[in-house]
């Protein structure tokens, strides 16, 4: 079923989760150069939409996450229980849902990002 | 005979969250796997939360007293706890997994002990445990001392 060996998928996975710390740490200090609550208005957090390297982090962290927390999620579906079934099943779905989640996190990104030209 | 399938799976969800059979590295193991489930839920739910942006400033606020309220903090709280621990545990994990750490081979001695779960695994799993304390005790002076 897998076109990649558990060892390149796992490599896949460290690289993910060490990309996602260095991304997702500047995610929140931007949620703390200023008080937490006024950082959470909802000018401000459009302004961070408005700003492309930040999008582009945005995106990042959700492919990054998504790609790590399924393959994470397939992992510990494929050691409770072991069948050709079962795990191509598995995979089917958490590719299916790693990508609903991705493109829909995506359009958010696209529809907000693009409220600043209305 | 047995058949394959009930070889499969002997002790399920019990097998998997049991601490009592390999100690620190047990319970380092499911909480690595409660964490990762647990940050997947988060991260699935912020992506929600946060699509409520193209509906304009109604829906975000409508979203927001939602979620910041003192059960939200909280949630938050462990949702930093857990990603603190996840991280820190995960990179021993990829040391580990490396090679790194586990210590020379040995004759196997009574009691038996694995050399491969020495002292160096504990400190990392308590650096991990004290280290996510430490954001969260960080994350609630800044979730509810209104910084």
């Known amino acids: ?118 | 005979m047995e058949k394959v399938a009930d070889r499969n799976n002997r002790e399920g969800l019990k097998g998997w969250l049991n601490p009592g059979r390999y100690g620190w590295e047990r319970v380092s193991y499911w909480l690595q796997r409660l964490t990762g489930v647990g940050l997947l839920a988060y991260f699935v739910g912020h992506i929600y939360e946060t699509s409520s942006l193209t509906q304009g400033p109604d829906a975000w606020n409508a979203m927001l007293e939602l979620t910041q309220t003192p059960m939200g903090h909280l949630i938050l709280m462990l949702v930093i706890g857990m990603s603190t621990y996840h991280s820190v545990n995960g990179i021993r994990l990829i040391f580990t997994h490396g090679g790194k750490g586990l210590g020379k081979p040995g004759r196997p001695d009574y009691p038996y002990d694995a050399i491969s779960l020495n002292y160096r695994q504990k400190s990392g799993i308590w650096i991990a445990l004290i280290l996510a304390a430490v954001a969260m005790l960080y994350g609630a002076s800044v979730l509810f001392g209104g910084e």
Do not use: C
């Not at chain 1, 390149?8 to 949620?31: E, P």
């Not at chain 1, 069948?83 to 696209?110: C, F, H, N, P, Q």
């Open chain 1, 1 to 118: 079923m897998t076109m990649l060996r558990e060892s390149q998928i796992m490599k896949i996975h460290y690289i993910t989760g060490i990309a996602a710390l260095f991304v997702v740490a500047v995610h929140i200090i931007m949620r703390l150069i200023m008080p937490y609550d006024m950082s959470l208005e909802y000018e401000n957090v459009i302004a961070n939409y408005h700003n492309i390297p930040y999008v582009i982090l945005l995106e990042s962290i959700l492919v990054l996450i998504a790609i790590h927390g399924f393959n994470g999620l397939r992992v510990i579906l494929l050691e409770l229980r072991q069948s050709k079934a079962w795990e191509d099943g598995v995979t089917i779905l958490t590719i299916a849902a790693m990508m609903g989640v991705i493109a829909y996190g995506t359009r958010t990104i696209i529809v907000v990002n693009g409220m600043g030209f209305e």
